[in-house]
């Protein structure tokens, strides 16, 4: 099947990493496919990102050249094990887990991005596109309607359009939305050489491998990203008031205008913070993690983790319109897994949409695809949230019941992290697309 061929034509809106990889999936398998993003262009942001093994199964399934490229832009660790640490009592490592060879490695989201942007073809993207409706009439194509006055039709409209999405609130309504987590984050990029550079700060050992350093309130998180050139530094706090609370020593009001519960009214889900705050939450940690909080600018973008853990929407599609990624099921980063479950989101698409040969079946396909996604893609909203809580013993914003033992007692900690990591990372995708094949099958069957 080629696209010109393809019975189906697809309207992706969003070209984050889901829209993106989903299109690299309708390329692969012929079908025939328009992305639609609001900006100018692919982001160009340059934080790092790390993307689990069970995401990189899933990008070879999707297409083999879009793991090739993927290899291409990331750094190894130096070794293969995510290491956690005692930040707060010991500089001591609490636990450890086997990552895999070569696995769960991490790049600039930027460079990754830019390399799958080459395997799609231009003519198949529209920048500057921002959907104001989408309306499926039942008969005839869905009609997509955009913020500069333009229209287009498809037979199924996909929203990969991330936290904030547009087509769930037009598909749900305004009430399945994402809330604030009670966790904000700094992010950096720094570099490893120089005098002031991660290795003089941290060492040579721990600025080549993925460390966590765990303590009350917090955790930072530290990668090598740029073939070694640059150490990812992210620092989460957690936080027991409203994200925009004006009481809250920022250095800045610039996410006062956010809704304290949402921050839909105007997405602004960042603003300008100061390393001082960041270094007063952890005073009384060991060394090594406040040399981790050094490498923080001045005045870093401080920055609000949303989910959607409280208002989930209940099914991932309605009639041929169906949401994937962020837009479905927002999840912290907390276990490396948000952008990855995004992938899979993509490859279970791509997998049941090459099965389509008439339009009028592309609601049971996506019934299929909302019906083999659901139950895991929510578990890993809670057992993110879950997981901050023992990384931060319970700290500011904690589950109700939280204990913050937990996360200090290794005979503890240790089971509980690896089998959520392992949950996440030891899931068969070749029984998930034969499972979504099959509810897809049985749905035919049913008409």
């Not at 750094?75 to 290491?83: A, I, K, S």
């Not at 600039?108 to 499926?136: C, H, T």
């Not at 940690?285 to 959607?308: E, H, K, N, Y």
Request: glycine residues 12%.
């Amino acid at each position: 099947m080629t696209a010109q061929t393809s019975p189906i034509h697809v309207a992706i809106v969003g070209g984050g990493i889901t829209g993106l990889v989903l299109a690299i999936g309708l390329r692969a398998r012929g079908i025939s496919h328009t992305l639609y993003e609001r900006a100018a262009g692919f982001s160009e942001y340059g934080a790092g990102i790390g993307f689990s093994p069970n995401a990189e199964v899933a990008m070879t399934l999707i297409d083999p050249q879009l793991h090739a490229v993927f290899k291409q832009a990331v750094t190894p660790n130096g070794l293969d094990y995510f290491q956690w640490i005692d930040g707060f009592t010991t500089d001591d490592q609490i636990f450890q887990l086997y990552l895999g060879r070569d696995g769960f490695q991490g790049g600039r989201r930027s460079e990754i991005l830019g390399a799958w942007a080459a395997l799609v073809e231009p003519a198949n993207v529209q920048f500057g596109k921002e959907v104001v409706a989408v309306i499926d009439p039942k008969n005839g194509p869905v009609n997509l309607s955009f913020a500069d006055g333009t229209t287009a039709t498809a037979d199924v409209v996909i929203g990969a359009d991330g936290v904030w999405s547009r087509v769930r609130t037009l598909l749900f309504g305004p009430e399945f939305r994402a809330s604030y987590t009670h966790q904000y984050c700094f992010r950096a990029v720094v570099p490893m050489d120089g005098p002031d550079g991660a290795v003089a700060a941290l060492g040579q050992a721990r600025a080549s491998s993925r460390y966590m350093y765990n303590g009350p309130g917090a955790h930072a998180i530290t990668y090598p990203v740029a073939k070694g050139a640059l150490l990812n530094v992210l620092v989460v706090i957690g936080d027991d008031k409203p994200w925009g609370d004006a009481t809250r020593a920022s250095g800045s009001n610039d996410e006062q205008n956010v809704s304290a519960d949402t921050g839909v009214a105007n997405r602004q889900t960042t603003g300008k913070g100061r390393r001082a705050d960041a270094e007063a939450v952890l005073a009384g940690w060991q060394s090594t993690p406040r040399a981790v909080v050094g490498l923080l600018p001045d005045t870093p973008d401080r920055w609000a983790i949303f989910d959607m853990l409280e208002h989930p929407v209940p099914t991932y599609n309605r009639g041929r319109v169906a949401l994937a990624g962020d837009a479905a099921h927002a999840a912290g980063p907390h276990l490396g897994s948000g952008a990855g479950f995004g992938i899979e989101d993509a490859l279970a698409l791509s997998t049941v949409l090459a099965e389509v040969n008439n339009p009028a079946m592309v609601d049971s396909a996506l019934s299929a695809y909302s019906k083999v996604r659901y139950e895991r893609t929510q578990w890993l909203v809670r057992a993110t949230r879950e997981a901050v809580d023992l990384f931060q013993w319970a700290g500011p914003g904690a589950q109700p019941g939280a204990d913050p033992n937990h996360g200090q007692d290794p005979a503890v900690f240790g089971p509980e992290i690896t089998w959520r990591f392992h949950t996440i990372w030891k899931y068969d995708l070749e029984r998930m697309q034969a499972e979504v094949r099959a509810l897809y099958e049985a749905a035919l069957g049913a008409r």
